[in-house]
C-alpha cells in the first residue's frame, strides 16, 4: 500500500510555544490530506480536511488559528499548534489520498506532550 | 446521525484462542467498511476493506464478514498471537464525500 510518513514522531514542547508536524506522501501525490486527534483510549477525531493549494476545511469545535494547516504542495502537509497548551497534548495522525474520495493512507502518528 | 459501535470495548484472551469483534454502524447511503489494526504509539493499518456485495474476506489469520442488510461487520482471529495485542478499529465510509465514520474500537490484549 501507498506509504505516508510524519515527522517528528515525538515532540515535546513548552507551553506558549508553536509546534510544526508534517505530513508526507511518499510514493504518491495526495491532493487530499486529513488531520486527526486521538487522546488516550479513544478512537480518531477528524480535525481537518486540506485540499492542495486551497484553504482548509475545520471540523466543528477546531480552532482554525491555533491548528494552522498548510497543503502547499501534492507530497506535504503541515500542521502547526500554535501557543501550545498542556491540553493539546494528544496523538496527532494524518492521512492521505490521491483525490476526495479515494482510499485514506494513515500516517504513524506524532506524539504531541506540551509541558 | 452516522454512528460505528463496537464491541467489546476490550478484551483479553490467551495466545492461541480465537475471538470475533463486532461492529455495527448506521451510516447511509454506505460505501465500504475497513478493519484497521492500530498498534500503541502507531497509526492505523488496514487489514480489510469490503464493499456492498462482499460478504466474508480474509487476510491471513484474520477473517472479516459483512451483513450489509442488518449492517453488521465482525473480525474474527484466528489462533491469536502476542502481536496481535492493538487496538481493532472499525471504518464505515459512505458514498457521501471522503468521510470516514470511526468505530471507538476494541482493544485486544493476547496473554501468553
Known amino acids: 500500500g501507498a506509504v505516508v510518513s510524519q515527522h517528528p514522531s515525538r515532540v515535546i514542547c513548552k507551553s506558549g510555544t508553536s509546534v510544526k508536524i508534517e505530513c508526507r506522501s511518499l510514493?504518491?501525490?495526495?491532493?487530499?490530506m486529513f488531520w486527526y486527534r486521538q487522546f488516550p483510549k479513544q478512537s480518531l477525531m477528524l480535525m481537518a480536511t486540506s485540499n492542495e493549494g486551497s484553504k482548509a476545511t475545520y471540523e466543528q469545535g477546531v480552532e482554525k488559528d491555533k491548528f494552522l494547516i498548510n497543503h502547499a504542495s501534492l507530497t506535504l502537509s503541515t500542521l502547526t499548534v500554535t501557543s501550545a497548551h498542556p491540553e493539546d497534548s494528544s496523538f496527532y495522525i494524518c492521512?492521505?489520498?490521491?483525490?476526495?474520495?479515494?482510499?485514506?493512507?494513515f500516517g504513524p502518528g506524532t506524539r504531541l506532550l506540551v509541558l | 446521525k452516522n454512528q460505528v459501535e463496537q464491541s467489546p470495548q476490550s478484551l483479553i484472551i490467551l495466545e492461541g484462542k480465537n475471538c470475533t469483534l463486532q461492529c455495527n454502524y448506521t451510516v447511509s447511503p454506505f460505501s465500504n467498511l475497513r478493519w484497521y489494526k492500530q498498534d500503541t504509539g502507531r497509526g492505523p493499518v488496514s487489514l480489510t476493506i469490503?464493499?456492498?456485495?462482499?460478504n466474508t474476506k480474509s487476510n491471513g489469520r484474520y477473517t472479516a464478514t459483512l451483513d450489509a442488510d442488518t449492517k453488521q461487520s465482525s473480525l474474527h482471529i484466528t489462533a491469536s498471537q502476542l502481536s496481535d495485542s492493538a487496538s481493532y478499529i472499525c471504518v464505515v465510509r459512505g458514498n457521501a464525500g471522503n468521510m470516514l465514520t470511526f468505530g471507538g474500537g476494541t482493544r485486544l490484549m493476547v496473554k501468553p
Open positions: 469490503m464493499t456492498f456485495s462482499e
Open positions: 510514493d504518491f501525490q495526495a491532493t487530499t
Open positions: 492521512s492521505a489520498s490521491a483525490s476526495g474520495l479515494e482510499t485514506q493512507y
